[in-house]
């Protein structure tokens, strides 16, 4: 925390749903947050606009080709203009900087979070490929450097809350919840034929393409199992996962003694980005609540890994280690890409993920360079699948 009293905030990826969000929540209270830098790939727009209406000390855009757009836009505004992610990186070192909310979308995020972690920052992590293509460097970074890591993912802010006080061996197992996605009551054969635009179509949440995508094919859960196992340093056979179509429970933590403590609220993601931003405290927060003699039914049911094969994928990937997981999102980043592109059906995306993951050279105990490398494969291997 600065001399102001305030908490300032670095946002890689500002002009994304959780950067967007983020920035609604800071808005709710100026007197404790002060927005520091900003960061945007290729919204040049927007990140102008966000500029002007927040006055960050700094921006990136992180595609260089428009930076002197976003220069020249802010040249009288008195906000520094950098480009590429080299700059980003260094920023985040600054002193200036009290929490880093790393919410830049696939794999381009873990270059950046971990430059903050490097610098001892709190981090406010939303980017799900940071843990799981590099877990285990990642949280050994965060140790080595003092570094804090706050999970921003509903379900990973669930937990969080649900064990403030009760860390340690009294957990027995995580519970995660899911909405299901949109094909939740699909048939195999329907959700093979499912089109980018019925799979974008989310029941609960608004989110990008990317990441409802994998919501449509439970893979954002395997993403979660995997952060989860890093996050709270627990077996991957402790971590199940529980489809709840009303997304009111966002996950829960069973107890030895067999209770279980579950966080709940409306589906909003400026609830666990608030706490992710004001822990340890908790502050107000124009938002709905949850209404209990208005809720029809609350539904659980263990999820079909049959029809959503991904789960599956993402526990052989967990259950294999090294660079296996590493390996597994960068083929799911291109598998994803080619759906969304109409080059291939729904139903191949499991298939592409699983063969390029098992054709990736396989290193047991990867260095960062070994995961880049690992993540380069990949994607290779499953590009040539999908005819990229």
């Known amino acids: 925390m600065q001399k102001d009293g305030k908490k300032h905030i670095a946002i890689l990826g500002s002009t994304g749903s ?27 727009a927007l990140l102008i606009e966000q500029a002007r209406a927040f006055n960050p000390n700094s921006v990136v855009i992180c595609d260089e080709s428009h930076y002197q757009e976003v220069f ?3 040249d009288k505004d008195d906000i520094k203009v950098y480009a590429g992610m080299d700059s980003v990186c260094d920023i985040v070192s600054d002193s200036t900087i009290d929490v880093v909310v790393a919410s830049m979308v696939g794999f381009a995020g873990l270059r950046s979070a971990v430059a903050a972690i490097e610098a001892g920052k709190t981090v406010a992590l939303a980017n799900k490929e940071t843990l799981v293509a590099a877990g285990s460097l990642v949280m050994s970074l965060a140790a080595r450097h003092g570094a804090s890591i706050v999970p921003v993912d509903s379900e990973h802010s669930a937990i969080f809350q649900c064990l403030q006080g009760n860390y340690g061996r009294d957990v027995e197992k995580l519970l995660l919840t899911c909405s299901g996605g949109p094909f939740l009551h699909k048939s195999k054969d329907e959700i093979a034929r499912m089109t980018p635009q019925e799979a974008l179509k989310h029941p609960r949440w608004n989110m990008g393409a990317k990441v409802t995508i994998d919501s449509a094919s439970l893979m954002n859960k395997g993403l979660e199992m995997i952060e989860a196992r890093w996050l709270f340093d627990m ?37 666990p980005i608030q706490y992710a931003l004001s822990y340890p405290r908790r502050i107000e927060l124009n938002a709905s609540r949850i209404s209990f003699p208005h809720l029809a ?32 999102n960068a083929a799911n980043e291109v598998a994803v890409a080619a759906f969304l592109q109409g080059k291939i059906p729904f139903s191949a995306i499991p298939e592409i993920i699983s063969v390029a993951m098992f054709r990736t ?15 380069a494969q990949s994607r290779e291997i499953a590009a040539q699948m999908t005819n990229n």
């Open 235 to 271: 077996p991957a056979e402790r971590i199940e996962v529980v489809v709840h179509p009303e997304s009111i429970i966002h996950s829960m933590v069973q107890y030895r003694d067999g209770a279980v403590i579950a966080q709940l609220s409306v589906p909003d993601m400026r609830v």
């Open 18 to 44: 959780i950067g967007r969000q983020t920035l609604d929540v800071i808005s709710q209270h100026p007197d404790l947050f002060e927005v520091e830098l900003l960061t945007a790939n290729t919204n040049s």
């Open 297 to 328: 039914q609350m539904t659980f049911f263990a999820p079909d890994t049959d029809r959503f094969p991904c789960l599956d994928i993402a526990r052989r990937a967990l259950d294999r280690g090294g660079n296996a997981a590493c390996a597994m």
């Open 72 to 74: 020249e836009a802010l």
């Open 361 to 375: 050279a396989f290193v047991e105990n990867p260095s960062l360079d070994d995961i880049f490398a690992t993540h």
